[in-house]
């Protein structure tokens, strides 16, 4: 083979940049990520949920595109090295990606989060003996009406005790588990 030819070969190809994203597709292949989201939220729709979300997660680690920006942003990827199957960026079209963002909205995120974080620890064999549970509490100002309801699935907005001592101010807890 000459030079030229070599050459010529080198110029044809097409050549992208994928950082971790191939080691992200393993481990949503080891999780059965898609298969277990599609398990959540079933759907009459042509596309699985499962892959959309696949979708969202490998575009965060990309630089993460706005929402509105996913079919763009797979239309130029190789989708079958992102997720381990061939997709149309099609399927990325706004529509679809709100439907299943409805879905999770009706399922539950911390519920999803905590099925599949439960997933992820028994195939990775995880010692969940020990945990911690911490919580901070946020100061904000300004008037709240859709904290006037009683409601448990609205953010309790509310006075209280400040760690930054401004008991003039209205406050909302954050508390997460850690194991």
Known sequence: MTSSTLRKQVDQLDVKRVDCRPVIRSYM???????TINEMLPT???VEPGVIIAGMIQDT???RSPLYRLQQFF???DTELLLGKH????VFADHNVGRVMDRIYEFGASRMFSKLSRHAAMIYELDL???HW???SVSVWGDYRCCDVDNDQMLKITHGHSNDHRPDLKQFLLQMLCV
């Open 75 to 77: 239309a130029a990827e």
């Open 87 to 90: 997709v149309d960026s099609e």
């Open 44 to 46: 009459e729709m042509n």
């Open 134 to 136: 911490d919580s901070t």
């Open 129 to 131: 003996s020990v945990g």
């Open 29 to 35: 292949q080891k999780l059965n990520l898609i298969g």
């Open 61 to 63: 680690f990309s630089g």
